[in-house]
C-alpha cells in the first residue's frame, strides 16, 4: 500500500506502517530537541548548590556570556546579558524600559509579533504604526520609516517566515531597531550592526532548558537607556540602569535575579557542542540541511505545502507546512490532532502539530540539534499517519 493520491471518496489511501523510526523523534518548536550526544551526565556540577554570586557562580555566568559571543559572533560593541523570564522577559525589558521617546513602527506576521502589538500599544498605550501580513508573508518592509524605532521578529516561529537579510535596515536611522530572533539566533547569521536589541533564549535553536532570556545591545540602545526615562513605572526585574548609567554588571555575570546553575551548564555544554561541530557557519548549515530536507519532502508529497509559499524568506528553523488543498479549519485542525496523537503514540515524533493560531498543519524543527537522518525517518510517518488519521 504505497498510493499517495486520493482513494475515490477522496482520502488517502491507507499506507502500510513504516518500520524505521527516527532516532531522535524530536521535532518540537520549542523546547527544541537537545544537541546530539547530550546527556546529564556530561554536565559540570560544581556550582550546584553554590550561590550564583560566588567566584565559581559569576565565572561560570560569565563564561556562558563569553561562549555567546565567540559562537554567534558577537561584536565587542555589544554587551550581553542574561536575563529573567526567558526571550519574553529580554523583549519585554527592551520594550519597557526604551520606547516612548520616538515614534514606534511594530511589524507583525504571526502570533508572537501581535504579542509585541498588544504589548505597545494596549499596555505601554503607545500610537504606533501596525504593518501587518498574514501568516506565510512577510509585510512591505519598505514601508518602514528608520526615524522610528522597529520592533519586529527576525523569523516569525509560528509563521515560518523571517526577513531574508537586513539590507532593509538603514545603516543612518534615528530609530532603534529591536529583533526578536529567539528562533533564528545559532540558525541564521544575525547582522548585529543593524540591531540595536537582539533577543533570544536558550531552549530554542541550542535545545536549552527554558526560563532565560539573552540581551544582546548595540551602543545606541544603551545611550537610549542612559539618556531616557520612561514615564510608566519599571519593575526590578525590568530595570538596566543605576543613576542615570548603564547596570553592567547585568552584562558580566551579575543577573538581576537568581538563575537556575543546571540551565547555565545546559546551556554551555550546547554552546561548547556548538563549538566543537564548527561554529555559526556549521549550525547554519545543519538547519539549511534539514530545511532542504523538508522541503525535498514536500516537492514530491501531494497532500502538503509550505505555509510560506516564497522561498526568499523562508525559515530554515521553524518549518511550517499546510494541507495543500483548501478546507474547512476545524475539520483540518481535527486530522492534525488525530496525526500528532498517531505519531506520538508510535514513538514517531513529537509535537509536530502547527500552533494553535496558525493555520492547521504542521510545523518541524529544523535547527541545527536536529539530525536530518531523522528527518528522512519521519517523512514516511507523516505520510502514513496522514492517511490513517483521514480514515479515522
Not at 520549542?30 to 548548590?49: D, F, S, T, V
Not at 548609567?245 to 552584562?251: C, P, T, Y
Not at 514517531?348 to 492547521?360: C, F, I, L, N
Not at 529544523?366 to 502514513?384: Q, R
Request: aromatic letters at 8%; a negative charge.
Amino acid at each position: 500500500m504505497t498510493a499517495t493520491k486520493p482513494d475515490a471518496a477522496g482520502a488517502l489511501a491507507r499506507r502500510e506502517k513504516p518500520t524505521e523510526r527516527p532516532a531522535r523523534p524530536f521535532f518540537s518548536s520549542g523546547p527544541c530537541a537537545k544537541p546530539p550526544g547530550w546527556g546529564p551526565e556530561h554536565l559540570a556540577l560544581g556550582c550546584l548548590g553554590r550561590s550564583h554570586r560566588s567566584k565559581l557562580g559569576k565565572a561560570r555566568l560569565q563564561h556562558a556570556l563569553d561562549l555567546t559571543r565567540k559562537v554567534l559572533r558577537v561584536p565587542d560593541t555589544h554587551r550581553i546579558g542574561i536575563v529573567p523570564a526567558s526571550d519574553t522577559g529580554a523583549v519585554e525589558m527592551a520594550l519597557w524600559s526604551m520606547l516612548g521617546t520616538r515614534p514606534v513602527t511594530m511589524l507583525a506576521w504571526e502570533s508572537f509579533g501581535e504579542g509585541w502589538v498588544t504589548d505597545v500599544v494596549k499596555q505601554l498605550k503607545l500610537d504606533a504604526t501596525v504593518v501587518k501580513a498574514p501568516y506565510g508573508q512577510l509585510p512591505d518592509l519598505a514601508q518602514v520609516d528608520p526615524a522610528t524605532d522597529v520592533v519586529f521578529t527576525w523569523n516569525g516561529t509560528t509563521s515560518g517566515v523571517r526577513v531574508p537579510d537586513g539590507g532593509w535596515i538603514a545603516d543612518d536611522r534615528a530609530g532603534l531597531t529591536f529583533a526578536d530572533a529567539t528562533s533564528a539566533a545559532f540558525a541564521q547569521d544575525l547582522p548585529f550592526a543593524k540591531l540595536d536589541v537582539t533577543t533570544f533564549s536558550w531552549q530554542k535553536v541550542l535545545g536549552g532548558e527554558g526560563g532565560h532570556g539573552m540581551l544582546i545591545l548595540g551602543p545606541r540602545a544603551v545611550e537610549r537607556l542612559e539618556s531616557y526615562t520612561p514615564a510608566w513605572p519599571l519593575p526590578k526585574i525590568f530595570r538596566m540602569t543605576k543613576s542615570g548609567k548603564l547596570n553592567e554588571g547585568i552584562f558580566k555575570g551579575d543577573t538581576i535575579n537568581t538563575p537556575s546553575m543546571l540551565a547555565v551548564e545546559d546551556y554551555i555544554w550546547a554552546l561548547e557542542w556548538a563549538q566543537g561541530v564548527g561554529g555559526l557557519p556549521a549550525l547554519v548549515a545543519r538547519a539549511d540541511a534539514n530545511a532542504a530536507a523538508v522541503d525535498a519532502w514536500v516537492e514530491r508529497t501531494p497532500w502538503i505545502a509550505h505555509l510560506a509559499a516564497d522561498p526568499a524568506v523562508r525559515s530554515n528553523t521553524s518549518v511550517c507546512l499546510k494541507f495543500a488543498e483548501d478546507g474547512d479549519a476545524e475539520a483540518q485542525t481535527a486530522l492534525v490532532k488525530r496525526m500528532a496523537a498517531l505519531l506520538e503514540a508510535e514513538g514517531a515524533a513529537y509535537d509536530v502539530a502547527s500552533y494553535r493560531d496558525a493555520p492547521p498543519g504542521l510545523r518541524l524543527w529544523c535547527g541545527a540539534t536536529v539530525e536530518t537522518d531523522d528527518l528522512d525517518a519521519l517523512f514516511p510517518w507523516l505520510d502514513w499517519a496522514s492517511a490513517e488519521a483521514a480514515h479515522a
